[in-house]
Structure formats: C-alpha cells, structure tokens
C-alpha cells in the first residue's frame, strides 16, 4: 500500500468529524487514525452497521437449528403476530425481515418525513412495528427499516431463549476477544438489534474479518461459511441508489470496480469488507452529519493505496 497516500488522508481527517479510520490488510492493521483525544480504547455507536451483527448472529442461530429456515413464518416465533386484524401480516417471514420487504409502513431512508422518533419513544417498540400498517404486500418492495431488524432480534431472543447479547458473547464476541462490545435495548429489554451495538473500531474491524475468512476464527468456524456467503450477496436493488444492493443486512456494491460489502449506519459508521484486496476497513464519525461523506476517505485514499 501507498503510505503517501494514507498520510494525505490522515491530513485530510484533522478536525473532521471523523474518530476515527482503521484499516486491515491481510489480517494485520497497517492502518490507525484517531482524531487527537481517542485511541483504540474508544467505544463509538455503530447505529445501522448493528444490522449485520444481528444477521451473524441469525445465521449462527439457523445453523444451530434454533431457526428451521428464513422462510418460517414470523408469527412462528412471535404469536402476539397473530393478533394483528390485517391478516396479511400472518404471512410475514422471516425473509421479509432479512431483506427489508415487509411491506410495514416505514419513513426512514432518504430523510424528510420520518416516524424514528415515535417509534424509539414507544412504550413498546415489538407493538408499535407490528402495528404499522402493511403498505407493500410482503415480498414486494424493497423498504429499509431498523423495525425489521427489531422483529429479527425479538426473534432470535425468543428462539434462543437468551437475551441477544448473552447469546453474542458466547457465539462472537468471547472467542473473538470483542470485549469492549455493549448492546442497548428497548424498553422490554429485548437488544436493539438494527441500531444498538457499541464497540471499538478494532472490535468493528475484528467483525469485519470474521466474514473476510469466510466465518472463520482462531481456525473455528463461527458463523456458518453458507451463511456468510449468502447473507452477503444481493436479494435485491435496495433503495435503488448508490449505496447499492442489499443481501441478509448487508450492504453490497462495487467500488473502484472491487466487489465490496459493507455494515452501513447513520452519519458515517462503515465495516467494508473487499475480499479481493483482502482488506477490512472501519470508519467511526460523529454526527449529526450526511451519512456517506465519510466513505470517501475509503474510495478517494484507501482504495487508492491499495492499487499503488
């Protein structure tokens, strides 16, 4: 790698609300950055990029049979489902859910009018998604929501019979030494499974080279091989804009013509993972700011560095 081209980047970082860029390459950090003040002791939240842990944590799930499979029904899992007077949510599985196609009304991507706010105040967060009404027949329309996540994370609480993050630290974070990871919840204490995951960018960058070796750590397999692969490829066109197609709470895109997958969350929290480089990078910025303007130290300095 260039080291010009990294010392421009960090240049460019001073003062920016950025905490910090880590880059792995072939399984070694050649790469730190923090903003003056932060070291690698910093815990940052990863908002949204929590949607690929979740789906790591789904797939190890499915694997140990506690899942049957991601077309179970949802209502398999969570009866208060059944409830609903709209019987077309009977039909929600767990798919749906993966892919963000529920169907349930949501306001979240691309800003103006949003319903965030309503749902993190609700006395309930499991109630308040279900009762959403179902706008798109399920399966049909890609439309991206962390309420989807949630149901995903009340599920596997409710298959495992753990809460999310005990159930994480045994299957992840302990074998893989991710200690300085935290996880909120919702006012049930059910783990805020799309928003909720805080961890130190070393932690974010062990997480990444997890999928990078295909599952494996330490020479264990930890999450499913089968499941990385197809929780990383594309099941369809996402929003529709650049930031790209979706698989199983995976982001996937082409960047300087290498294939990319990457945990993505609000105001420029990043996990790329590049197998063809073999490269891991994690991005940490503050906010409130727009979300991809700190992907550009990936694609204008990184990338770059790598093809010198």
């Keep these: 790698m260039d080291p010009a081209l ?15 860029v880590l880059t792995v390459k072939d399984g070694v950090i050649i790469d730190e950055y923090y903003q003056e003040g932060d ?18 944590l789904f797939g190890i799930a499915m694997g140990e049979g506690y899942i049957g499979s991601i077309d179970d029904r949802l209502s398999a899992y969570l009866p208060q489902v059944l409830a609903q007077e709209d019987e077309r949510k009977h039909q929600l599985t767990l798919r749906h ?36 009404r179902l706008v798109y027949a399920p399966g049909s329309v890609f439309n991206y929501s962390t309420g989807n996540t949630h149901l995903l994370a009340a599920v596997l609480e409710q298959a ?12 992840l974070f302990d ?11 919702d006012p049930q204490g059910i783990a805020d499974g799309g928003n909720g995951v ?16 295909g599952g494996v750590w330490n020479e264990q397999q930890l999450v499913p091989a089968g499941w990385v692969n197809e929780s990383t490829t594309p099941k369809n066109n996402g929003a529709g804009d650049g ?44 906010g409130p700011q727009n979300s991809y303007t700190s992907r550009n130290y990936f694609t204008d300095y990184i990338l770059p560095a790598c093809q010198s």
């Excluded at 690698?40 to 842990?53: D, I, M, R, V």
């Excluded at 082409?254 to 991005?283: H, R």
């Design 175 to 185: 074998p893989m030494g991710m200690n300085s990871v935290s996880w909120r919840t």
């Design 97 to 132: 859910l993966l892919t963000h196609t529920s169907g349930l009304e949501w306001y979240e991507w691309g800003g103006g009018n949003s319903n965030w706010e309503e749902f993190r105040s609700s006395e309930n967060w499991i109630n308040y998604i279900l009762g959403r």
């Design 160 to 171: 495992t019979g753990q809460r999310l993050f005990d159930y994480a630290k045994k299957k």
């Design 39 to 56: 070291d690698e002791n910093n815990t940052y939240a990863f908002h949204s990029a929590s949607k690929s842990l979740t789906s790591a």
């Design 243 to 286: 930031t790209g197609a979706y698989g199983y709470q995976w982001w996937c895109r082409s960047f300087s013509n290498y294939d990319t997958y990457y945990a993505f969350g609000a105001w420029g929290q990043y996990i790329f993972v590049v197998p063809e480089l073999n490269l891991v990078t994690v991005i940490a910025s503050a």
């Design 6 to 20: 990294l010392e421009q980047m960090h240049l460019a970082l001073t003062g920016a609300p950025v905490y910090t």
């Design 198 to 213: 805080i961890m130190s960018a070393r932690d974010a960058a062990k997480f990444g080279q997890l999928f990078l070796n």
